[in-house]
Structure formats: C-alpha cells, structure tokens
C-alpha cells in the first residue's frame, strides 16, 4: 500500500508557475501509474495528468496541455506537477493519486478518479487573475 501527501500549493497570480510535489511512502511505489486530479468545489473532480510506471509515458487533459508537466523519481518517491502559464480556472484542489496497475491507458479516453486507489489529502492552488 502506498500513502501520498501533496505540497507546494498556494496563490499567485495569472501567468505565473507552481510546482506541486507528491511525497509517496510504503511499498511498490515504482509499480503504480500514478496520477493528478483536481477539484473545484460543487463540481466532479477531473483528470489533470499522468504517468506510468517508468516515467517513460505522460498524458494530460486539454486543458492543461503545453502548460503543466508530471514528472517522477522512483528513487525518491516523489511525483511531481509543474505548472506553468497558469489561469484563473486552474484554481483547485489538486490530488495526487496512485493506480494499482502500473500503466495509465484506460479502456474510455482519459483516466478516470475510480481508476485510482490510493488519494493524498489535496492541496489547494488559487490563481487570481
């Protein structure tokens, strides 16, 4: 079972970065696709990015594309979400989360929250504009 703590939310203006870092512990880390959501309160949470195993295999959402990069270091147990470029309806609650499989490919489009098993807490990110 893996436990997962996000950090490195928090505000800033429209156009500026964060990195979001998610901080894994327990066992089989390297062998989960893991991934970030986000969630705005009153609305279904949705796919933001995700990454396999290896690191080698990356998807994102639209929305975020071109902006945001997921990255991970097996060696550190740590998966990580740099946002750049933001915007105002990037403001959320951002969760990182670990599949236990260890690819992200889904049978209907992108991931899915029920696809994942193992949650963080959220960290929240406000984008003024």
């Known amino acids: 079972q893996v436990q997962l703590v996000e950090s490195g939310g928090g505000s800033v203006q429209a156009g500026e970065s964060l990195r979001l870092s998610c901080a894994a512990s327990?066992?089989?880390?390297?062998?989960?696709?893991m991934g970030w959501f986000r969630q705005v309160q009153g609305k279904e949470r949705e796919f933001v990015a995700v990454?396999?195993?290896?690191?080698?295999?990356?998807d994102y959402s639209d929305s975020v594309k071109g902006r945001f990069t997921i990255s991970r270091d097996n060696a550190r147990n740590t998966v990580d979400l740099q946002m750049s470029s933001l915007k105002s309806e990037d403001t959320a609650v951002y969760y990182c989360?670990?599949?236990?499989?260890?690819?992200?490919?889904?049978?209907?489009?992108?991931?899915?929250?029920?696809?994942?098993?193992?949650w963080g807490q959220g960290t929240q990110v406000t984008v003024s504009s």
């Open positions: 989360a670990a599949r236990n499989a260890p690819l992200y490919y889904s049978a209907t489009g992108h991931p899915q929250p029920d696809e994942y098993s193992v």
């Open positions: 327990g066992r089989t880390f390297s062998s989960n696709a």
């Open positions: 990454i396999d195993w290896s690191g080698s295999n990356t």
